[in-house]
């Protein structure tokens, strides 16, 4: 009798699950919040997401074939970098603009350094960083709802009156309804509801989404607005993109710690260089830049927060 023996390193173990099938739970879970934002603000924010998934699933493909790698566009990770990449778009954009950054987020911050899961940055966030620095006009325009009547948000008018006293209408608005911001600010519920999706399905890692929140609360309630402890926590956590960043942002798999005292590390960190960009920067949001900078951090964080060797003896 014949013994064939496969010899592979380990680990040894076989499982169902799937880049794809993670990816299909990730636009399940943003489904929500893109709903609304279409529901809100029409028929251009359908366009704006639309075009840039579009142009993300063309980068990817057109530079696949173009260098000979296998093309993945059914994997679904280049759908989600064109759909966050959206979310952090205002809803009245040029369709160029989209084009560009999705096709900046998938070639040079994804492709060029060696595809899914080789990324050193989460490439939405770092083409919104581009585009924000390269057309800071059409990345800070605002337009309430499609009958073009433009306004601040409440962040910017935070930033202009640390003394602004929202009503219970406010709370409200950030909560389920309209709000001037991004296309995936319009919801703080329905990006909740996400990324408690992900977490029961296990796509994501509680740690960072808690710690990131958390943190944050505190930290905008030590150092306040107007002085030390008079921070209005709740008006701060569901304002701006914070809940987008905490759930979808900051747990990618390339760009997070893979220990689970580094994603707590990572998620505090995250909070608390959202604190001083919004609070003590000039632009009235810190959400993208604070996680871009954890980012870069990470293999640092792998590096010196790792788990012991099992049977290692530390030495004294």
Request: hydrophobic share 50%; aromatic share 14%; net charge positive.
């Amino acid at each position: 009798m014949e013994i064939i023996l496969t010899v592979s390193s380990p680990p040894h173990i076989y499982g169902t699950d799937t880049t794809q099938k993670r990816m299909r739970d990730v636009l399940i879970a943003l489904a929500p919040a893109c709903g609304l934002g279409i529901f809100y603000y029409g028929n251009q924010a359908f366009t704006t997401i639309a075009v840039s998934i579009i142009s993300a699933l063309f980068a990817e493909y057109l530079y696949q074939k173009v260098t000979g790698k296998r093309v993945t566009v059914n994997d679904y990770s280049a759908a989600i970098t064109g759909l966050l990449l959206a979310f952090n778009l205002p809803p009245y954009v040029p369709i160029w603009l989209p084009v560009m950054g999705s096709v900046f987020a998938i070639v040079v911050v994804k492709q060029l350094f060696g595809g899914l899961g080789s990324n050193f940055v989460n490439p939405a966030l770092a083409a919104r960083a581009f585009l924000l620095a390269s057309f800071p006009l059409y990345m800070t325009s605002w337009i309430m709802a499609p009958d073009a009547v433009s306004g601040a948000t409440y962040l910017a008018q935070l930033k202009e009156n640390p003394e602004f006293i929202p009503q219970t209408s406010d709370y409200m608005a950030l909560l389920f309804g309209k709000v001037g911001g991004c296309i995936g600010e319009t919801s703080a519920a329905a990006l909740i509801l996400g990324g408690l999706y992900l977490i029961i399905r296990r796509v994501i890692n509680w740690r960072i989404p808690v710690f990131y929140i958390g943190s944050f609360a505190v930290f905008s309630i030590l150092f306040g607005r107007t002085g030390f402890f008079t921070g209005n926590v709740l008006f701060e956590v569901l304002s701006g993109g914070l809940m987008l960043g905490a759930f979808f942002m900051a747990t990618d798999y390339a760009t997070s710690p893979i220990t689970p005292r580094g994603k707590a590390i990572m998620g505090i960190g995250c909070g608390f260089l959202t604190v001083m960009i919004r609070f003590f920067g000039t632009y009235p949001e810190g959400v993208s830049y604070a996680i871009l900078i954890m980012n870069l951090f990470v293999p640092l964080i792998d590096k010196y927060i790792r788990p012991r060797i099992y049977g290692k003896v530390r030495k004294k």
